[in-house]
């Protein structure tokens, strides 16, 4: 650690460590993690640039409020079990985190090194933590209260909001449709950027912690929320999320090969169509892929493609590159990989070839008009640049609805686009009842959805022991 007479002095003119990644033309042919990872130098190095700063904006950015100077700290005195304690005292995820959270418009975005240069790493540093789990403590358990609680939704907010149940005390029961736990964060989320594996051990360590997984259980047919409460819960938390398809709704939409984004990524994610026929699930290998949108999904499908063959990968998006939501990080590496980026392209038609599939998208080139009511300008169809662009595959990936099982359950309140209506801490009009993740707020990121699940376990314990 860098100390003058004793006392911590920063190394922040040093540059921000770089990425530990798989070269771009061999990761792209499997499915291979494409970061690696810090390693102890590199975390080290990295903690060593943190200016310990006062007043922490960084914490400030993140929605679960980890204490990050505090772990940085421990880091530093290569403390790696007393930082991993840190963490797990505000997130139980954090080797998800520390993958797929947007730090950079998050704790990063906050950093004050922006100013001067590029802030510290704190995503891979919580990641390089998260992956040695066998270093922290065992989390601190309260005595159990008697009290039993349902968890609706193995994803990042179910999981979160039903870790923290545990460790105050209740007894938890997660209900999950799929048959395995993890939500979006197995079916959505590829192997090269979150393995298996990592979800794996969160759900064995809940397990640990007592809470009981009920898979293949679709809350709203198998049970409502009356016969969950005659069962003897206390409690439910709705937690299912928003992976309804948001079509294109143009013409062709239902051609054989033209696919939801969500589909497609959970026939390959979580039912491994990428290794038929070893298992059963086939999709299309396709030499020609274009795919709609321009957030993190789309990177997703369009990296995945590209990981089961294809020659050429497009991204098309309506606006312009710098206007896409996806993190800067997933579009560099989707360019490195040899993904082309098509702005300013709006899709009017999917077209079928002499066998009926899919064989091209007719496409409406754009420009940009006046700001709509996002802020964002408007794209315009410039006259008469129309284009077919060739396909044997074409993907959706501009958004998801509301799951509507949500309004299957219960009785509370829902808004007309299909949402729970809840308030900050989750409660639901049915004052038996809390909900949160992307089933509240529509499609939006982990680590919000988790600090959804760890709001609304904070009210659940406070009311349900009558701490209020």
């Known amino acids: 650690m860098p100390q003058v007479n004793g006392r911590y002095i920063p190394n922040a003119k040093a540059p921000r460590t770089p990425d530990n990644e798989e070269p771009a033309a061999e990761r792209a042919k499997d499915f291979r993690p494409v970061d690696k990872g810090f390693t102890k130098e590199m975390a080290i190095a990295e903690a060593n640039r943190c200016l310990n700063c006062k007043n922490p904006l960084c914490v400030q950015g993140c929605p679960v409020n980890i204490k ?112 395995t736990g993890g939500g979006v964060l197995v079916y959505g989320i590829p192997e090269f950027r979150l393995p298996k594996a990592v979800v794996k051990r969160e759900i064995d360590g809940l397990q640990e912690m ?41 013409p062709g939409e239902n051609l054989p090969n033209v696919f939801f984004a969500n589909e497609y990524l959970t026939r390959v994610n979580l039912m491994k169509a990428n290794q038929f026929p070893e298992y059963d699930t086939p999709t299309k290998h396709a030499k020609n892929v274009v795919v709609f949108g321009g957030g993190n999904v789309a990177m997703d499908a369009v990296r995945t493609a590209k990981r089961l063959g294809a020659e050429h990968a497009i991204i098309a998006y309506r606006r312009t590159e710098e206007e896409m939501p996806a993190r800067r990080a997933e579009l560099h590496h989707a360019k490195q990989e040899g993904v082309e980026v098509m702005p300013l392209i709006a899709p009017l038609e999917f ?74 801490d ?40 009558g701490e209020e």
């Open 426 to 465: 989750g409660r639901t009009t049915d004052p038996r009842i809390w909900a949160g993740g992307d089933i509240v707020t529509g499609a939006a990121t982990v680590i919000l959805a988790m600090g959804a699940g760890k709001k609304a376990a904070a009210s659940m314990t406070k009311v349900l022991l």
């Open 210 to 250: 007592g809470v009981k997984f009920e898979y293949n259980s679709v809350v709203g047919r198998l049970y409502d929320a009356d016969e969950l409460f005659e069962m003897g819960f206390d409690a439910l938390y709705i937690a299912t999320g928003a992976g309804l398809p948001k079509f294109l709704n143009i």
């Open 68 to 179: 990050i100077p505090q772990f940085i700290e421990q880091i530093r005195a290569e403390e790696f079990g007393k930082a991993l304690d840190i963490i797990r005292e505000d997130s139980m995820l954090p080797a998800i985190c520390g993958r797929v959270c947007p730090q950079e418009n998050q704790c990063e975005g906050k950093c004050v090194l922006n100013a001067k240069g590029n802030p510290i790493a704190i995503g891979q540093l919580e990641r390089f933590l998260g992956d040695q789990p066998e270093l922290a403590s065992a989390p601190a358990m309260r005595p159990k209260n008697g009290k039993k609680v349902a968890v609706i939704g193995s994803g990042p907010s179910g999981i979160t909001c039903a870790g923290e149940l545990a460790r105050n005390g209740f007894d938890v029961t997660v209900f999950e449709a799929f048959f």
């Open 351 to 424: 077209l079928a070839g002499e066998d009926g599939n899919v064989c091209a998208v007719r496409v409406q080139r754009c420009e940009l008009g006046e700001p709509d009511e996002s802020g964002r300008r408007r794209p315009v169809p410039i006259e008469g640049a129309i284009e077919e662009i060739p396909c044997d595959v074409a993907i959706s990936a501009i958004g998801t609805n509301a799951n509507p099982f949500a309004k299957m359950i219960g009785d509370q309140e829902i808004n007309k686009w299909g949402y729970i209506v809840a308030d900050e």
